[in-house]
């Protein structure tokens, strides 16, 4: 009888399991089909409403999202969140937020794709990305728990047109340490943790 009850105890933890798993994939999905919406609001020029409230990705939603790091990056909230963690992980929240503002700011600008993978992944058929962590030849999994939750939490903020743009437009960057031959060509907007943001001159931001 006793083995009974342990049966039964461990048949409920897995149907608990289950549940738990299926819950977690629909917030996944929902957070997928939102943010697809989303950024083409946000592509579009000139598009500034704030989104509806059935639009908005919620914090549970986005978190189900890609949840350890490892998910192939083809979606809006894996893109993004991959790029904010890999560019600025060690750069505080306000480091994080910035790099999310340019790929924002990118995002149906004049010469750059229409959706956040697009942008992230922009030049490497060229051989000249744009983000350096998405073709320096290592793993693009994410490592630390903590920093990659943050980095999701900021970029459903991004998508839901939550955050304040820290950069003043900027589309562009460099660490503080990089002296790159464009950046003399740009106007430097600010300078935000260990980066340093510019925008073309006369760019206005969107």
Known sequence: MHLKYIATYIAILLLLDQAIAADETREAETAESKAEV????AAAEGSNKPPSTTEIITKPE?????????????DAVTCLSRTIYWEARGDGNAGMEAIANVVMNRLGHDGFPNTICGVVQQ???QGACQFSWWCDGRLDDAEENEPY???KEIARKALNQQLTDRTSGALYYHRHNASPSWSGEYIKTVNVGKHDFYKPPGDAAK
């Open 38 to 41: 989303l950024e083409q609001k």
């Open 62 to 74: 986005a978190q189900a999202v890609d949840p350890v790091g490892k998910e192939p990056l083809d």
């Open 149 to 151: 939750a943050t980095a």
């Open 123 to 125: 030049g490497r058929e």
